[in-house]
């Protein structure tokens, strides 16, 4: 359980602080990185835990529901977010407002914060109580593609809200943040289940949840297209090898 807090908590504290190291970037390797993250959530979505979940002995008409439900919920979020969680940093400048107050740039900054933080907290939960998915359901494959997810999107945060906010160092609380997000849903979501508030059949649906909104972001970084509309050969081959990632960890770990 540590294991879980640490990589939760560590990975997009430490991914967002490179922004001390790494200027804000769109060029290609960053995209492919990108490309790559969402290969393997969207094939360790698709391989093991909707086939997991399917397996589980609650009404599957209810599953298939509540993962189209989080796919919709995250469109609703990126409303909010303008796609910072699957790693796309866009820096506007504001024709005529560019000097405008500080408040209302801490209020976006902190509406951005909010939206990003119900995402991360949904992930965190969906490595709480692993019981209730049966022995075959491997939480260190779900970890490792929430870890690969949220590494990006830590540094595509900073590097917003710096430019935003005019400054690295006032966006740190706000990196903080979002790296407790995910460390609180797994909390909460455990105890809640320990006390049996939300029990097996609550997990199991909050697991369908997110996996929805797993498809959603994994969907929209692999499958997007370029600016220009062409085929690319690299991002297909670094999708493929993501995909490839994530059936050896369900099929030969």
């Known amino acids: 359980m540590a294991l879980k807090y640490a990589v939760l908590f560590l990975t997009p504290l430490l991914s967002g602080l490179l922004v001390y190291l790494i200027p804000a970037t769109r060029n290609s390797n960053f995209r492919l ?5 969402g290969s393997y959530l969207f094939g360790i979505t698709v391989i093991h835990i909707l086939p997991e979940l399917y397996h589980q002995p609650v009404g ?14 995250q469109q609703v979020l990126e409303y909010f977010t303008s796609g910072i969680e699957h790693g796309h940093i866009h820096l506007q400048h504001e024709h005529g407002q560019q000097h405008q107050a500080h408040h209302h740039r801490q209020v976006s900054a902190i509406v951005l914060l909010t939206a990003l933080c119900l995402h991360a907290f949904l992930e965190g939960a969906m490595l709480a109580q692993p019981v209730h998915m049966g022995p075959h359901y491997d939480m ?22 710096a430019f935003q906010l005019g400054s690295k160092k006032e966006a740190i609380p706000y990196l903080v943040g979002f790296s407790l997000a995910a460390p609180l849903g797994l909390f909460i979501s455990s105890y809640l289940s320990e006390i049996e508030i939300l029990g097996s059949e609550g997990m199991i649906y909050l697991y369908a949840l997110v996996s929805g909104n797993f498809l959603h972001i994994s969907t929209t970084i692999v499958f997007e297209s370029s600016p220009d509309h062409k085929f690319n050969a690299r991002k297909l081959a670094v999708a493929i090898v993501g995909a490839l990632l994530a059936v050896a960890v369900e099929y030969m770990l």
Do not use: K, Y
């Not at 599957?60 to 919920?73: D, K, N, Q």
């Open 33 to 37: 990185l990108l490309v790559f993250a």
């Open 60 to 73: 599957m008409e209810l599953i298939g529901l509540f993962v189209l439900a989080g796919f919709f919920l």
């Open 140 to 161: 260190n494959a779900i970890l490792l593609g929430i870890a690969l997810h949220r590494a990006p999107a830590a540094f595509a945060l900073m590097t917003v809200l």
